[in-house]
């Protein structure tokens, strides 16, 4: 029989509950008082009945409010719950004291040495774990949790040791043992498999507060459920890659490849052995590549930077989209696609068709769904927010505990242009928690090159005269207002001017529905 007593916290109330157990020769085996200062007392050889007749006197010691039965005491439901836990944990386990003497394991522990339980309690656990003096690390002078490789039953495995501290009267921790917990490779592969799994939140490594990346987000969860070609127009390092990779995650081919076929950084036939693979036969022997269409088939190809793509292989992937086949290079074969295209670019595709350095019919083939990455400078709610992650992610990478920034960091970061967007904030993040040596991140330590926040969108090397970057800033404005404003008369409104002026100056650019998605 087990009893509460709840009561109010007196000094000597306990001794006086325990005065009547002894005047009545009850033989008590337990009793514990928990942190709201409940008595609870354990009389393992007692039925109610009884003890029945002492209840009332116990209700009238002063201060006790009630005294009823309970199923358990505290430390039992806790010793069954650790048990409980400890059992299910399908890693062997085991707990030691100071000497290294094996005082509790798990079923995993049982099953893996074949041998009865009460044989492996109070052995030394230096006899089974090999590679790694545990003994030693006991005996020093303040053992830490750490992880070693170490051999058990022969094989490999990952030992995490966990110190078990208690606290003596003066509140200092004294050593009492330690938790050794094993993962074999297996189970580390596994897990590691499932860590690195698709998400089921996707596009959760996409940070988007600002209105304008939520909006990116959104049309993209959208496109990513489709099947056909997607163009993401954006600035050098504003994460294209890493929103088709999210596109394709949380699309129905996640099970398949995603692969880059850089554009601008292969020449014209290494990039075309590099998509399309080749046959090449001499008199010894014949030689075979395999293509980025063929390895990613049932997945994603992501083309970077297509706006560099040379004449002769827009040529070739126009085929591609028209006939759904084609040959490896040197073959006449041809070949099936079931592949999702994904293109980037940071150039203007309708410039480049008008000067003829891009097929206007491959244009309308990719840029069937399209997305635009807006620059860093137009998203700034999202920059503290990716700095904030870059230092953790970094900080874990070095093995180190993350940074804090001072006001003046996060304003300067907050007012900095960015005319290298995000890659560039990264980079400059990795830079200044991989140098620092205290605990805080001032803006001393972001190493940046003097950049004006009013003037971003020029580069001190442009080529070309004041009317040349004029009109491109200006085409620029008109090409991000037009869908929202597809009607003259709206944008004319919009920006003040007549609706003869801005007709005019959308013509001489190339601006209409045909060069311009319209959301």
Known sequence: MRLEVNCQDRLGIAQDVLDILVEHEIDLRGI??????????????????DFQHLMPKIRKIEGIEDVKTTPFMPIEREQYQLKALLQTLPDPVFSVDTKGKIILINDAVVSSLEVPKNDIIGSDIAELLKGFNVIRWL??????????????????YLLDMLPVMVPDSDGADILAGA????????????????????????????????????????EAKRMAELDEPIIIFGETGTGKEMLAKECHNASRRNEGAFLTLSCAS????VAESELFGYISETSEQTENKVGLLELAQGGTLFLDEVGDMSAQLQVKLLQVLQNGSYPRVGDDKELKVDVRIICSTQKDLGKLMQEGQFREDLFYRLNVLSLVLPPLRERKSDIIALAERFIKQHSVKLGRKAPKMTK????????????????????ALYRAVSLLEGIELEKENIQLPSCSATVSFVSEEFAGSLDDEVKRFEKDILMRLYPSY???????????????????KLRDYGINKKTVKIV
């Open 179 to 218: 938790v050794f917990m094993l993962k074999s490779e297996l189970r580390l592969g596994q897990q590691l498999t499932v860590f690195h799994k698709v998400s089921v939140d996707s596009f959760i490594s996409i940070q988007a507060d600002s209105k304008a990346m939520k909006n990116v987000v959104k």
């Open 486 to 504: 597809p009607s003259t008369r709206q944008l004319a409104k919009k920006l003040g001017l007549s609706h003869t002026a801005i007709a005019n």
């Open 408 to 427: 003046a960091c996060v304003d300067y970061l907050h007012s900095y242009p960015w005319p290298g967007n995000v890659r560039q904030l990264e980079n």
């Open 139 to 156: 005996e020093g002078k303040n053992p830490q949790a750490q992880a070693q490789r170490i051999k058990f039953l022969e094989l490999d």
């Open 266 to 269: 292969l020449p014209d036939n």
């Open 32 to 49: 514990e008082i928990d942190e709201m200062g409940k008595i609870f007392l354990n009389f393992p050889n007692m039925e109610f009945a």
